[in-house]
């Protein structure tokens, strides 16, 4: 059974900083490509970036690039999402993602198998 269970999110204020982690089992990790999403209440499940299975490529979606950066430790079997800047419309529930097929399409939910429950993250002004 795959499980991803997510952590680190919380009430930060803006410009400040929050770094998510994701632990994955259940799944061969290191063939799998990883990602992450959010949704803000009231809003669709948003990209938010993915890794590649060896850490060697990102996306990110235009509104984080800059301030977000997707690791991951295959040893581990993590995946960590490093926010920075944050801004209050950064406010939403993160989800961790994981998938092990090899469409090209990245940037729609519907896009991956595998989720975890998710982490609130709060920006406050």
């Known amino acids: 059974q795959v499980r991803l269970v997510e952590s680190g999110g919380g009430l930060v204020q803006a410009g400040g900083s929050l770094r998510l982690s994701c632990t994955a089992s259940g799944l061969s990790f290191s063939n799998s490509r990883m990602g992450w999403f959010r949704r803000s209440p009231g809003k669709e499940r948003e990209f938010v970036g993915y890794i590649s299975w060896n850490g060697v490529t990102t996306y990110y979606v235009d509104s984080v690039k800059g301030r977000f950066t997707i690791a991951r430790d295959n040893a581990r079997n993590t995946v960590s999402l490093q926010m920075n800047s944050l801004e209050p419309e950064d406010t939403a529930s993160y989800y961790c993602?994981?998938?092990?097929?090899?469409?090209?399409?990245?940037?729609?939910?519907?896009?991956?198998?595998?989720w975890g429950q998710g982490t609130q993250v709060t920006v406050s002004s």
């Open positions: 993602a994981a998938r092990i097929d090899m469409g090209i399409r990245y940037s729609s939910p519907y896009d991956w198998t595998y």
